[in-house]
């Protein structure tokens, strides 16, 4: 059973459109996390929600917004992509942040 | 916030031999210090943890050591096999809800 899972694993698109990438966590963990891992790999948190409360908000420009409708999904919408946005997004969940965390198999965002 | 550095940047080693990897942090009140793994392609692991009341823990071939005053901490692979070849990221946190500041990792070759 897969314990964090993302879609889409790969996602290429225009600058300028809009595109959210959803997560999953079946372990029942609190608190989930968006991190993004540039082509330099380094893994940078972005956002927290703990129990569908945002916890952690990094600087992070507002056109990327997270949402999690429940405390198992944590989904971010990006508006208006930019080329820096190009990266790997990973989704991640703990029981106790920041605690072992578990990580999805990662979005590989392109933007042209 | 926590800063946390790590080297070295790049590794290559002979099978067989052990590998160190090195990281210090800047907040004195992080208690908290997870290894991760990260093959190509692939998603961050976890390996090991620390905490601050411990000063050195192993798991088979891994260990890690913990040195508070001097705020670092040290990976320390033996007998190291061609699967241990992967990015190896540090990390450090306060705990209780804060949240984990990465190291830059180490690219970690082992060469037959």
């Not at chain 1, 945002?54 to 508006?79: G, Y």
């Not at chain 2, 800063?3 to 210090?24: F, M, R, Y």
Request: proline share 5%; charged share 20%.
């Amino acid at each position: 059973d897969t314990a964090v899972s993302q879609t889409p694993k790969y996602l290429v698109t225009q600058m300028g459109n809009d595109k959210s990438i959803k997560c999953e966590q079946n372990l029942g963990h609190d608190t989930m996390y968006w991190y993004k891992q540039d082509s330099k790999k380094f893994l940078k948190i972005m956002f927290s929600y703990n129990n569908k409360e945002l916890i952690i908000n990094e600087t992070v420009p507002n056109r990327f917004s997270p949402k999690s409708p429940d405390k198992a999904h944590l989904n971010l919408h990006i508006n208006s992509l930019e080329l820096g946005d190009s990266a790997v997004y990973f989704c991640a969940s703990s029981q106790d942040p920041p605690e072992t965390q578990y990580f999805g198999p990662g979005t590989r965002l392109l933007v042209l | 916030g926590e800063n946390v550095e790590q080297h070295p940047s790049t590794l290559s080693v002979q099978e067989g031999d052990s590998a160190v990897i090195k990281c210090t942090y800047s907040d004195s009140a992080s208690n908290y210090f997870p290894w991760y793994k990260q093959e190509l392609g692939k998603r961050p692991q976890l390996i090991i943890d620390i905490r601050s009341n411990v000063g050195e823990k192993k798991d088979q071939r891994i260990a890690v050591t913990l040195n508070k005053t001097a705020k670092h901490f040290s990976l320390h692979i033996t007998e190291t096999q061609p699967e241990d070849s992967a990015v190896y990221f540090c990390a450090a946190s306060r705990g209780g809800g804060n949240k984990l500041t990465f190291g830059t990792g180490t690219q970690l070759k082992v060469e037959l």
